[in-house]
């Protein structure tokens, strides 16, 4: 059972333009929204993170949009650069639980073309 | 520098040797576990320890075996590899539990093949 449900699989996107992943989630406890960022051969990195007290959280050129109604999350990449080619990895977790425990979305490859 | 370290990064072995990769961290946290990473499935959680000598099941622990005899390192033990576990393995830790805590550090990796 995927309990975090992640779109597209793969991202192609021209230098400058936007790009968007989108996540869904079934547990209305998850309490805490991380997104990774994995380059090859490289561990994931936690990249921007937003708990669902709040509906939207920016860091540069990095959104996360939340939607708690639908149970929902997208990260948003404005001005795509070739250097945030990558894999993107949404994330849900519920922090009461004390475990610490993240369940991770499929994953997205994203390349920017340049 | 703060990082999680395992070892070894590849690995090809053969099915049923005993193996166990190794993981460090340095960052003094309490809360370690280990995923593993499969094209189309994301990262699955195999087993955490929030502390010393306290370990518990994720969601894909068969075959597998850890132990937290210390706070920095958590080795993963395959008693007896198959090749279903031919994957990609990763040792995160994060500070511990709880509302400001729960950022995951990642280790680099280890791409392991059971033959």
């Known amino acids: 059972q995927q309990q975090v449900k992640q779109s597209p699989q793969s991202l192609i996107v021209q230098k400058g333009g936007i790009s968007i992943i989108n996540c869904a989630y079934e547990?209305?406890?998850?309490?805490?929204f991380p997104w990774y960022q994995q380059f090859p051969g490289k561990g994931p990195a936690l990249l921007i993170a937003i708990r669902p007290d709040v509906s939207e959280k920016k860091e540069g050129r990095f959104t996360i949009s939340f939607n708690k109604s639908a149970k929902q999350f997208s990260l948003h990449i404005m001005d795509s650069q070739p250097g945030d080619s990558a894999t993107y990895f949404c994330?849900?977790?519920?922090?009461?639980?004390?475990?610490?425990?993240?369940?991770f979305g499929q994953g997205t490859t994203l390349q920017v073309k340049p | 520098e703060a990082q999680v370290t395992q070892n070894p990064r590849y690995l090809i072995t053969v099915t049923g040797k005993k193996l166990t990769v190794t993981c460090s961290q340095n960052m003094n946290h309490e809360y370690m576990s280990w995923y593993r990473q499969d094209p189309g499935l994301g990262l699955r959680q195999i087993y955490y320890?929030?502390?010393?000598?306290?370990?518990d099941k994720g969601d894909v622990p068969e075959g597998y075996k850890v132990s937290r005899k210390e706070k920095r390192n958590f080795p993963l033990i395959l008693e007896s590899p198959s090749p279903n576990q031919t994957s990609l393995y990763f040792c995160?830790?994060?500070?511990?539990?709880?509302?400001?805590?729960?950022?995951?550090?990642f280790g680099q990796g280890t791409r392991l093949t059971v033959v």
């Open positions: 320890s929030m502390n010393v000598e306290v370990t």
């Open positions: 995160a830790s994060s500070l511990g539990a709880g509302q400001a805590n729960t950022e995951a550090f």
């Open positions: 994330a849900a977790s519920i922090d009461s639980s004390n475990t610490g425990k993240l369940i």
């Open positions: 547990n209305t406890a998850f309490d805490y």
